[in-house]
C-alpha cells in the first residue's frame, strides 16, 4: 500500500473469484481503540444499510492507507481534473 517509486513494484496476489469481483460501498463508519482502527465499508440503497466488509487494521497502517489514498487522489485529480464532493442531503435514493 505504500507509495510505488517510479518504477512498478509487482506482487503476486492470489485470491479466490468472490474477492476479485470486489464490492460496491457508499459509506463508511470508522471506530478505533488504542490499538486498532475499525472500519465498516457500508452499502446504503433503498433497501436498508447493509455491512459490506469490515477490516481491522492498527493505527501505523492507517496513516500508510491515508498517505497512500491522498496521494492517489492528488494523481487522479491531476488527470481528470477535481473531484465533486455531494453536500449533505444530496444522497437521496429514489
Known amino acids: 500500500m505504500a507509495n510505488q517509486p517510479q518504477s512498478e513494484q509487482s506482487i503476486q496476489i492470489n485470491t479466490g473469484d468472490e474477492i476479485v469481483r470486489g464490492r460496491y460501498s457508499n459509506s463508511l463508519l470508522v471506530g478505533h481503540g488504542p490499538e486498532e482502527f475499525i472500519l465498516d465499508w457500508l452499502l446504503t440503497s433503498p433497501s436498508g444499510t447493509h455491512l459490506v466488509s469490515r477490516v481491522i487494521v492498527s493505527p501505523g497502517h ?13 494523481q487522479y485529480e491531476q488527470k481528470f481534473g477535481a473531484v465533486r464532493v455531494a453536500e449533505p442531503g444530496e444522497h437521496k435514493m429514489h
Open 62 to 74: 492507517v496513516r500508510r492507507i491515508i498517505d497512500a489514498l491522498t496521494a492517489n487522489l492528488n
